[in-house]
């Protein structure tokens, strides 16, 4: 047993517990007692192995006072279990003639593509840029609607959405999940995140309100019209889950989490580039050989790309940007490697522990796609790859981020050539913040428009190989 230190990291300060006691121990979050698995094995088994006993979803202060258990992200049970199915079904298929979301991340690419080109080769943050790629795809999924990049609605909505992740991750936040029982009466900043968080749930709100006046019964266009539909049909059911603060909730939670762990990411990738110009280089050769430069990536480009494919799992695991994993609980009594842990537990299973255990990965700390290619250079899988976590909790929107992963590194590396204002070897490659959230240090690059055939997104012929376009989405919602 210890008690975390609020002032640390927890990833940096847990591998001595797990030295000290094994894969299995417990620690306590001021007055909350919680277990912590550590490793692939203790993970694997948990999440995969013995899905149904650890399946209940634990708490976060920050988020509690405001989400209530509503919502597909911190519900359980049988509301987690219907939201979970429904937003699967839902977000697979709008019905026939709508766009896939695979055409939504294209076309967000391509605008992606149009703003680092105003840049002109000058240094630049990306992060903006890259939240509100990410941000729109979502807006388009769940909202039905492209919001302006100057838009000033949704502006402060991305500008709320980090913050709260900032705060999350600072020392105000760690205090306040381990204490909220006392701080929620005290002043400081922990206090903006439930400001922020409301701030949130009203835009989305309006925007439920717009859906609700506009929608056509016959032609749903979004996750929220799906969800209306639903309501209608189960108005008189007084025990259904489907009405309107869990469509709020769980609209939030595909908004929130799809916004910011996809623009994390992608900000660690393209750090990672400029880390590694040689891996650039290759990633661009490859484009250049299977894509070429006069149409936009698509998903099923990925399959012929193996090196790009290891490359973007290394930035996966090597980014870690959920290192603590969501909390779960025990849906029952459990004995586990010889514990016996009772029914309502907390725990929480550390992916970085996974990502970087080295029984399954050599060098951990080390970047390298290499380790997901076998000797012929074809893709290597490993099991050990958990960055959307694992068993019935796995992310239901696994499948749209990596989607949006695969084409927005692509479509970049397409047009552009990255360069960094400082040498290589110079930037540090160390996450910024701890506890819920790694992010990389903040960056500035340069993306260098790329001769000889490289075309903006005007003047890229519509094509795309044969099957991707127009066909029926079979794909995930974002990230919860």
């Not at 266009?221 to 769980?250: G, S, W, Y």
């Not at 960055?387 to 929107?397: D, E, L, W």
Request: proline share 8%; charged share 25%.
């Amino acid at each position: 047993r210890g008690q975390l230190p609020p002032f640390h990291s927890p990833p940096g300060f847990l591998p001595q517990l797990r030295d000290k006691y094994g894969p299995v121990f417990t620690v306590h979050l001021g007055p909350r007692r919680v277990v912590v698995l550590w490793g692939y094995e203790a993970v694997k088994e948990a999440l995969e192995d013995r899905a149904d006993e650890f399946s209940g979803r634990g708490k976060l202060a920050a988020f509690e006072e405001v989400v209530q258990g509503f919502g597909l992200l911190f519900s359980s049970g049988e509301r987690w279990r219907q939201l979970r199915r429904f937003s699967l079904a839902a977000l697979q298929d709008y019905g026939p003639g709508k766009r896939s979301v695979e055409e939504r991340i294209q076309e967000e690419a391509g605008r992606l593509v149009e703003e680092f080109q105003k840049t002109k080769g000058s240094p630049f943050d990306p992060t903006f840029f890259l939240s509100r790629s990410a941000s729109s795809v979502v807006c388009s999924i769940v909202f039905g609607k492209h919001f302006d990049y100057a838009d000033e609605s949704f502006l402060d909505l991305l500008a709320k959405t980090n913050q709260v992740f900032v705060h999350l991750s600072s020392t105000w936040g760690q205090l306040y999940e381990m204490f909220s029982w006392v701080m929620r009466f005290l002043p400081g900043a922990h206090k903006q995140i439930v400001r922020d968080l409301e701030d949130i749930n009203s835009f989305i709100l309006e925007r439920i309100k717009e859906n609700q006046a506009s929608l056509d019964r016959d032609n749903p266009q979004d996750f929220i019209d799906c969800f209306l539909l639903q309501m209608e049909k189960e108005i008189l059911n007084p025990a259904t889950e489907f009405h309107l603060r869990n469509l709020v909730m769980t609209a939030f939670n595909l908004f929130f989490v799809g916004t910011e762990t996809v623009s994390s990411t992608l900000r660690y990738g393209l750090l990672i580039l400029l880390k590694h110009p040689e891996v650039e280089e290759k990633m661009t050769q490859e484009i250049d050989r299977v894509i070429g430069r006069s149409r936009m990536p698509a998903v099923a480009d990925r399959s012929r790309m193996p090196y790009t494919d290891a490359v973007i799992h290394e930035i996966q695991r090597f980014s870690d940007v959920i290192p603590m994993n969501l909390p779960h609980t025990l849906t029952q009594d459990t004995h586990f490697r010889g514990y016996a842990i009772p029914k309502g537990t907390e725990v929480f299973p550390v992916l970085s522990s996974v990502l970087q255990d080295p029984s399954r990965f050599r060098d951990p700390e080390s970047f390298d796609p290499g380790r997901f290619l076998d000797e012929q250079g074809h893709f290597k899988a490993n099991e050990a790859f958990m960055p959307f976590s694992a068993g019935k909790r796995i992310c239901v929107g696994q499948e749209v981020a990596r989607m949006e992963l695969f084409i927005f590194l692509t479509a970049v590396l397409q047009s552009f050539t990255l360069k960094s204002p400082v040498p290589p070897r110079d930037i540090d490659l160390a996450p910024h913040g701890g506890g819920f959230v790694h992010g990389p240090p903040c960056y500035q690059l340069c993306a260098v428009l790329r001769g000889n055939g490289s075309q903006t997104k005007e003047e890229r012929p519509k094509d795309r190989p044969q099957g991707t376009a127009g066909a029926p989405p079979n794909h995930t919602p974002p990230a919860t």
